[in-house]
Structures are given as C-alpha cells and as structure tokens.
C-alpha cells in the first residue's frame, strides 16, 4: 500500500516537474513555479538530486519575478541538498543582499568565488557588501517619495513625460484596466499597456487613464520613450502567445494631433531572434539606445544604440565601462546628454541600481551609482528628469514583499550658499544705516541694506569669488572677502564688520608690550595686521596712534613710555607698507583716562556709562577693581585725523 502511495507521489512530481519545464520554456515564470513547488513537495527527502535540482528551477522562477523571500527558501533547500552548479551559491547570495542579509550574503559569495575565481558577478556582489553600509551612512541629498496619483493595485513602472510643458506622464501598468483579459504566466498579472495622466490647470496631476487605441494591445506594451519634439513614441511590445511566444520587439507609433497611431516595428525588429526593449532616444534625437541579448555583448542583457533611422542590425554596444555580465537596462535621458540605465552586473545596493553615464571620449564612460536613498535593496529603475530640473519620477519595488514596481518622485533639494553679516560699531553696537557693496567676479553688483539689527543675509553663487564693503557715515570702510566652494552641500558663510568711527577714537584689541618697555609682543602681530588692512582699504585716511598709561609711576616716565610704544605701532605699520606720511604718533601717559562706553558699562556692572576712570574714582574701588579699571586706562587706540589725504595728488 505504501509503495504504491510513493508510486502515485512520484508520478505526480514527475508530471508536475515536465509541466513546470514546459513553461519555464516559454518564460511563464509564475506559472512554471507553481508546477515545481507541486513537485517539490511529491518529491521524497531521500532523492536528494532531485530535490536539489526541483528547488533550484523553483527559486530561479521567483527570482525571476523578484518574490525574494520564496526565492530565499527555495535557494536554502537548493543549498541544503547540494545543488551541484556552484552557481547556486551566488544567486543565493543576491537574494540575501536584496533581502538585507548582508553578512550571509558574503559567505555565500565567497564559496561561490572558490568554485569560480573569475565569476565577475560574484566579485561584484562581494564588493557591493563591503559598499551597501557607506552607501547607508553616506545618502545623497536626494528626496524620494511614493507617488500617490500614479500607483495603483499592481505594478506600474518607466515613467516618462512626454510633452514639452512637462505637464504630461506616460507609465506603464499591469492594472485591471489593460487591453485584454488574459493573465501573464511570466508576471502573474494582466499583460501591461501604456497609461497617462495629465495636470489640470491648477497644476495637480489627474487620475491616470489608459491610452486608448493606439500603440496598446492585448501583448505587452510599455516602457515608452519620446521623440525630443514629442512627436514620436518607441516603446516595447512584447507578443506573449503561449502558443508562439516571440522575442520582445521595439514598435514606434506616431501621434496626430491628441491621438497616437498603431505602432509598427522599428528597425526590423519583429522577426528577430533577440530580445530588443527599453527604447530611448537620446537628446539630440540621433540616436536610439535600447537594451538586447543580441551576439556580440559580454552577456545578460546589454545597452546598444543605433541611428534613429536605421536598422538594429549592426547596433553598436555602449562596451564595457556599461555593460557587464549582468543585465544592463532601462536606459534614460537627461536634457544635459547624461544617460541614466539600471544594473545588477555593476556594484551595487541590491536588485537594480541607477547609474549615471557621461561620455568621455570614443566609446568610454564614467559611470557612478546613484547611491541611497535613490538606489535600495531592491530594484531601482526607469528615471525621468523634469526637463533641466533636478527632480522627477523612477520606479521601484521597494517595500512590496510581491516585487511589484511602484512610481517614485525624486528631488535633489536645491544647494543654498547665502552670506550672513553684521555691521556694527567696533567697540560699540549695531548700525542699522550702514550699507555693504557685494561684488562678484561672475558679474555680481548689489547694495545691500541692513536690518535694524545690523545683519543682512543674501544668497550667492557656489563657485563665485566675492568682495563685500561694509559702510556707514562717519565711519571707515570694512572689506571682506569670500569664495564659495562649489560643493553641492548647502553653506552659509558668517561675515563681520567691524567699522571703526571717523569722530572718536578706536581701541586697537589685543596690543601687548614687554613689561615697562616699548618692545611689541608677538601676540600684537594679529590685531596689527587688521589694522594694515584697514588702512589699505581707506587709502584717504590719516590716523594718529594713541598710547594711554595708568595713574601708577612717575608723570613723565609714563609720558616717555607711553610715547615710544606709540611710535613702536606706527613704525610695524610703516614697515607693512603703510605710509609715514599717514601716521602720527602721541603718548598721552596718564593725561587721557578712558570714558566707559555702554558697552563697557555691560560687561562691568560696576561701572556706568560715561563714567571717567580717573586716578580719583579708581582709588574708591575695592583692588580687584582697580586693577580692572587700570587694565582699561592701559590701551592703544587711534583716531581719524584726515580723510582726504592723497587727494588731488597732494598729501
């Protein structure tokens, strides 16, 4: 009784195995895996090979229709009963590093390596695991998002505008509203066609529709690309009749007035062997580059290109810096002749990566993979630029456990570089009057006003050098200089302008001297400097440099002190370019106390505004502050003698 059970369960394996065969022939994918898992199952423990052999045609079938968690467990039994093609090792592999199993998805790359040194694939996976935490930590500034207007039940994919306003968007969709009735045995769901929405004249987008007539059949269509005037439409058609399956082709209708014409083939493409899709015309409209298995590639599916009126026969491959061994596909444009195409051959997050192509020269490219968040674990497809903007659509079937294809919006947020200043009295406070002349080697002229606070912020070109004059009445000129940086992380640059008053004198911070000499300490060097470079920027000032004692010492040994370290300032900035003729010198000694500013009546709440540190008042003070106060009476200041000097040519 038992063996004749086996018997029955063993033909029953055997019909469903020759079944799930049949169809795996034609591509019918989600079909064929429904007959392998029946024969799985009818399939004993013992009969290892078998089982082997069962779970590794039902997991190439989920692959193949990205259902990664039953292509996992069915790569894992392939594994457990010792599929004998170490090839096994690294599909399994990709379908851990799409699942996020890192970690097992090297182990299992590295046995696919020892069996297999040269599998370039392999060697791909493994680099990609060593780059999908960089890629993690490291994101673009790039803004993804799911659609809520374009994405329906099922799958919908390869957005593209397609009018010159950019207020129109083709897709392609497997949803209920297809031409046809039948179910795709490779998909699992009705054959695709080509849908469109449109924005009102508010600007939102519309409920998508299906394009009538036209270019959709009761086949497969999609994945459509334009014409740079709009006027052409090449796209793949796809005859899936079980009962004569055909390579996918590429068909290009044509449009009158709103409607579009029934395609035809390009390029004789119908009667071919090969597989030819994924059209797209390149900006100029010259050329067509489209995707095909066609001899001559490094394997998988490859990139091509042909002149927009010729044939496909004697298509040139776009070589190897884009085409691998793997699937190179879903080639796109940007305005700016950038190609855009997704692989699983090159390096990458997942399934399929975006990356970006840039001519180099005869037949060489830079290629580089779009990173996260555009590019996941999962397949990434099927970009499209709104115009020279940096924003768009693309699919992906992320975060749908099925690998159904969903539409994305994409926005790189634009780079701000601002400067951010502030006028204000050195010594003192705000000047809500100044006013700052902004001048940039790009052309940049403004004048620019300043709050009430003394700030201003305005926006400047990345890349652009740019000088700033700080100016207010009866007040010296303040420059400042900046260069952008061309990076394309927002920046802020923080600028200060210190003006110095033409009718009062200015202390000069941070002038040091030995102890009871007139030797200039090193630590002066830095506020000296600023003060060479003010002079420069006023050529028409004269100043006089004003040396100021405490009331400690003899009168006259504080006078002669006080006017040698005068005349140590005025002799740095004559020996950094700054002419005798403008520069006097005077030590007041003790004669000159300092009258406490607002400003200093803050920062010392024992002191009030107007307050003259007289040798008199000092003395009141408890002796922490006296020293302060000596502290302050010990400065260095100048003042505007003349404005109009050079003038005329006289001095």
């Known amino acids: ?29 989600t079909d064929a895996a429904v007959f392998y898992k029946k024969a799985y199952s009818g399939t004993p423990s013992k009969e290892k090979e078998q089982r082997a052999a069962t779970a590794f045609k039902l997991a190439d079938c989920y692959r193949r229709i990205n259902y990664v968690p039953r292509a996992l467990a069915a790569y894992r039994n392939a594994v457990r009963y010792h599929y004998p093609d170490s090839v096994v090792y690294r599909y399994f592999a990709d379908m851990l590093r799409i699942d996020g199993k890192t970690s097992e998805a090297e182990k299992n790359y590295l046995i696919a390596l020892e069996h297999n040194p040269d599998d370039i694939l392999a060697q791909n996976g493994l680099e990609s695991c060593h780059l999908i935490q960089e890629w993690k930590d490291n994101p673009t500034r790039y803004i993804v998002k799911k ?112 409607s579009w014409s029934a395609g035809s083939a390009f390029g004789s493409s119908r009667d071919s062997i090969y597989n030819y899709a994924h ?14 298995d066609m001899d001559g590639g490094y394997g998988g599916m490859d990139l091509w290109r042909v002149p927009i009126d010729g044939r496909l026969i004697g298509a040139e491959n776009l070589g190897p810096d884009i085409n691998t061994p793997g699937n190179e596909m879903f080639p796109t444009f940007r305005k700016n002749g950038e190609l855009y195409f997704s692989s699983n051959g090159h390096p990458g997050m997942g399934g399929l990566d975006i990356f970006c192509a840039v001519s180099t020269g005869d037949s060489t490219w830079t290629v580089t993979n779009m990173g996260a968040p555009l590019n996941s674990q999962a397949d990434d497809f099927g970009m499209t630029f709104e115009g020279d903007l940096t924003r768009g659509y693309f699919s992906s079937n992320r975060s749908d456990g099925r690998g159904r294809d969903h539409i994305w919006t994409f926005e790189l947020p634009e780079t701000v570089h601002k400067i951010t200043g502030w006028v204000y009295e050195k010594d003192g406070y705000e000047l809500p009057d100044a006013l700052v002349y902004l001048i940039g080697n790009d052309g940049t002229n403004l004048k620019l006003n300043v709050k009430e606070d003394g700030s201003f912020t305005q926006r400047i070109n990345p890349g652009v050098s740019y000088l700033l004059l700080g100016t207010a009445k009866g007040f010296m000129n303040y420059k400042q200089e900046v260069t952008a940086d061309s990076t394309n992380q927002d920046r802020e640059y923080v600028l200060q302008f210190p003006l110095s008053s033409i009718s009062k004198p200015v202390l000069i911070d941070n002038i040091f001297f030995d102890s009871n000499s007139a030797n200039l300490r090193s630590e002066s060097a830095e506020s000296l400097g600023e003060l060479v470079q003010l002079l420069t920027d006023n050529a028409g000032v004269t100043i006089e440099i004003g040396a100021h004692c405490d009331y400690k010492g003899d009168d006259d040994y504080n006078r002669r002190l006080s006017q040698q370290r005068a005349e140590s300032v005025v002799e740095y900035l004559i020996t ?11 030590g007041y000694g003790e004669t000159t106390p300092k009258t406490i500013n607002k400003k200093n009546a803050e920062e010392f709440d024992f002191l009030d505004e ?5 040798e008199q008042f000092i003395k009141t003070l408890p002796e922490n502050q006296q020293e302060i106060c000596n ?21």
């Open 631 to 651: 502290q302050l009476n010990r400065r260095t200041e100048f003042r505007v003698i003349r404005t109009t000097y050079g003038l005329f040519g006289g001095k």
């Open 1 to 29: 009784m038992m063996a004749a059970l086996w018997l029955l369960c063993s033909c029953g394996a055997e019909v469903s195995l020759r079944k799930g065969d049949q169809k795996y022939a034609l591509g019918e994918y």
């Open 576 to 586: 950094h370019g700054i002419n005798k003729d403008r520069l006097t010198a005077r």
């Open 147 to 258: 659609d809520p207007i374009m994405n329906g039940r099922y799958s919908d994919w390869s957005p593209a505008f397609g009018s010159q306003e950019y207020d129109v968007l083709y897709f392609t969709s497997s949803r209920k509203e297809s031409t046809g009735d039948d179910i795709n045995g490779i998909t699992g769901m009705k054959n695709c066609d080509i849908y469109v929405s449109r924005k009102d004249d508010k600007g939102r987008w519309q409920k998508p529709e299906l394009v009538e007539g036209g270019p959709n059949t009761v086949f497969e269509d999609g994945t459509c690309s334009f014409s740079p005037d709009f006027s052409a439409m090449y796209y793949t058609y796809c005859a899936s009749d079980p009962q004569q399956p055909r390579p996918a082709a590429i068909y290009k209708s044509s449009r009158s007035d709103a």
């Open 279 to 292: 059209p797209a015309v390149s900006p100029d409209g010259k050329w067509l580059y489209f995707v095909s």
């Open 610 to 614: 107007g307050t003259v540190l007289t």
